[in-house]
């Protein structure tokens, strides 16, 4: 089965860094990847979305990059503010009989100071 | 992107009663549409696969006599949570499918029962 693992839980930074977050799964064979931002008590945003035959996509102040065989992918967040603090989810179609359902990473809690 | 439409927002019941929730998706056809749920300080877990016409496929541990799903439409799927109980206090978000691949989320709902 499927596992999603996300790296820093959580990260508190003063606003105008860059930040990296991490997100590894066990199992290569996936076919997209998907980056959500979260805000509390929300639903999900779609932040970006990496077909398997990409290794990175980009939308405005964020980049995800993809390494399927290594299991990897880090989002990439540029001169980061205040505003971009929420919860931040990868997630992977779930290989396990969930008919193209999507297991979730837990998410890394990102707090950007002003 | 495409927009899902997740109502009630929030809702209170009693012990026993049961609570209906709606997910819409607003301006695509969603062929398929799945239900999750996430406990506080959780990543979200999916609970069933809704397709179109025909029955909704549920992950293991999940209740299919307690968590009904009708997608009676391209763009409509409901939860109804049977006989509820304080356990089944949790956030709900729905998701649909959009033609390329990617799954846009609704708004979720916080059910609270008493």
């Known amino acids: 089965k499927q596992e999603v693992t996300q790296i820093p839980a959580a990260l508190s930074v003063p606003e105008g860094e860059n930040l990296v977050l991490n997100c590894s799964f066990t199992?290569?064979?996936?076919?997209?990847l998907q980056w959500f931002r979260q805000d509390p008590g929300k639903g999900l945003t779609s932040l970006l979305l990496?077909?398997?035959?990409?290794r990175e996509q980009t939308s405005g102040r964020l980049n995800a990059s993809l390494d399927k065989s290594s299991g990897r992918s880090t989002l990439y967040i540029a001169a980061s503010q205040p505003g971009d603090s929420a919860t931040y989810l990868c997630?992977?179609?779930?290989?396990?009989?969930?008919?193209?359902?999507?297991?979730f990473g837990k998410g890394t809690h990102l707090i950007i100071q002003p | 992107g495409a927009v899902v439409s997740q109502h009630p927002s929030r809702v209170i019941c009693k012990s026993g009663t049961s609570v209906k929730i709606e997910c819409r998706s607003l301006?695509?056809?969603?062929?398929?549409m799945f239900w999750y749920r996430q406990f506080p300080k959780k990543s979200l877990m999916l609970m069933a696969t809704?397709?179109?016409?025909?029955?909704?496929?549920?992950e293991q541990g999940v209740e299919k006599d307690k968590f009904l799903i009708n997608h009676a439409s391209l763009t409509l799927s409901t939860l109804t949570v049977t006989s509820a109980h304080p356990e089944d206090s949790s956030f709900y978000i729905c998701?649909?499918?959009?033609?390329?691949?990617?799954?846009?989320f609704g708004e979720g709902s916080r059910l609270t029962v008493l």
């Open positions: 990496i077909q398997s035959s990409q």
């Open positions: 199992d290569s064979a996936i076919y997209n």
């Open positions: 301006d695509f056809q969603a062929t398929t």
């Open positions: 998701s649909g499918r959009g033609n390329t691949g990617e799954l846009f």
């Open positions: 997630a992977v179609p779930d290989l396990g009989g969930g008919a193209d359902g999507l297991t």
């Open positions: 809704s397709n179109e016409g025909s029955k909704a496929t549920y």
